[in-house]
């Protein structure tokens, strides 16, 4: 044991015992290391530089100016070389600092490399940051170490990096653009005249509801699907609208399908056949699309600014939605009263080269930029989107909001999601 890492344990050994065990018992020599020179120098792990390498203070300085001068409380996410902390504990006012590790072998290599006296510093917390499920607020997340994250810590990066992306998401739905506005008004002679989705809610108590979403591993199951369909007791199919043709094609007809999305077209959700299908839809949606439609039609809202205007003209329902269909659709699932929701093609990832079941690589969803990962059911990572991991967050923390509700996954190929449990049935088929 290094002169260094026994003076920087020695601090941290007394104050968190079990986080220093699990440090000393970390690995740190198959991290590949380089060091970079600039006009100073810096390290380079995996690739990934981990801070300036030409000034790292005033790196640090612009780091901790966005977060607010005055709080109290600050969760620093990552450590890199450690210039951020001695600037924020600088701070006056400030009462307590959290620092969430989020790769522990990143940060068993720093206490070999530097001397870490903030350790003893008593307002510092240090913690993995797995140790939470969710973020915590003011925060500062190092650009270097979200790249870095370790499979343990991977979870709570998902949610950092799209917190850190929302304000840049929400300026595609400005309710001000004209685009916005045109669609809204040529719908509304619809929406306006439609039944309202709430006409649906509780009509399903206790009863199971399969959702079937469009991922690759939704074509694993239409076999069983197509025999639960010639069950006069089968359970409820609730489809998204970018799974409805596959089902149709393979032979499934669902009960009800959902689409919320301003660039979905007939070619993807056709209305030929749809008589016995109920379609619930947000008025954003094509004209041509809900004037098609042949059964029975519901609207609905989400909470978005983008529909102030709709709920001032004729109110809406409003179902959860954070950018991806799969979310009003297990919204209304918990509101139709499910028993249980089984998810299917759920997989916010890519199996092979696919993003979607039935639908040619690259026609919904681009595949020449997957450079983001989540774990799948097997614990193994797994190519990704980034879309994909922040609809992936936003759903598991629909789930948690809802422990009334079992949730149940059907495939580990496909991103494990937090709070659904393996319904090992439709696991064994799905791997067969």
């Known amino acids: ?6 003076e920087n344990m020695s601090c941290l050994q007394p104050r968190w015992p079990a986080l220093a065990a699990r440090l000393a018992a970390t690995p740190v020599d198959t991290l590949q290391v380089e060091l970079v020179e600039g006009e100073q120098s810096t390290l380079q792990v ?15 300085q612009t780091q901790v100016a966005t977060l607010p001068e005055a709080a109290p409380e600050v969760h620093l996410y990552g450590v890199a070389l450690g210039e951020v902390i001695p600037l924020l504990l600088a701070r006056p006012g400030l009462q307590r600092l959290h620092v969430h590790l989020l790769n522990e072998a990143l940060f068993g290599l720093l206490l070999r490399l530097i001397p870490l006296p903030w350790l003893a510093e008593p307002r510092v917390q240090l913690a ?23 499979d343990l810590n991977s979870r709570i990066r998902d949610r950092l990096v799209a917190e850190i992306h929302l304000p840049y998401v929400n300026q595609r739905f400005n309710p001000d653009d004209a685009i916005h506005r045109d669609r809204l008004q040529a719908n509304q002679p619809y929406y306006c005249q439609d039944r309202d989705v709430s006409e649906l809610f509780d009509r399903h108590a206790g009863r199971e509801i399969l959702l079937l979403a469009p991922g690759p591993t939704l074509a694993r199951h239409y076999p069983r699907l197509r025999a639960l369909c010639q069950q006069p007791q ?18 499934i007809q669902p009960d009800y399908v959902v689409s919320i999305d301003y660039n979905i077209h007939q070619g993807i959700l056709p209305a030929e056949e749809s008589e016995a ?21 519901y609207a609905a809202c989400s909470a978005s600014p983008l529909y102030h205007a709709v709920q001032q003209q004729c109110r ?13 659709a297990v919204d209304l699932a918990v509101k139709m009263g499910a028993g249980r929701v089984t998810l299917l093609g ?15 690589a690259g026609l919904l969803t681009p595949t ?6 989540v774990l799948n059911g097997h614990g193994q990572r797994v190519t990704t989107l980034l879309n994909f991991r922040s609809y992936l967050c936003d759903l598991e923390r629909f789930i948690a909001r809802h422990p009334e509700v079992p949730f149940f996954n059907t495939c580990r190929d496909g991103a494990r999601i937090d709070g659904a449990d393996y319904d090992e049935a439709w696991c064994q088929e799905a791997q067969a």
């Open 46 to 60: 995996e690739g990934i530089q981990l801070s300036s390498r030409h000034d790292r203070l005033a790196e640090a």
């Open 368 to 373: 020449n930029m997957p450079t983001h990962w």
């Open 346 to 360: 759920t997989d916010f990832a890519f199996i092979g080269e696919e993003t979607h079941a039935g639908w040619p």
């Open 316 to 328: 809406h329902s409003t179902l959860f939605a954070q950018g991806s269909v799969v979310h009003p």
């Open 277 to 297: 299908v109920t379609l619930i839809y947000f008025p954003m949606i094509p004209e041509a699309v809900i004037a098609g439609w042949q059964g029975p039609r």
């Open 1 to 6: 044991m290094s002169d260094l890492f026994a």
């Open 234 to 251: 089968r359970p409820v199919l609730l489809c998204v609208d970018t799974a409805y043709q596959p089902l149709r094609r393979a032979g």
């Open 128 to 150: 993995l940051a797995a140790e939470h499920k969710e973020i915590q607020l003011p925060f500062l997340a190092l650009p270097a170490e979200l790249q870095l994250a370790s």
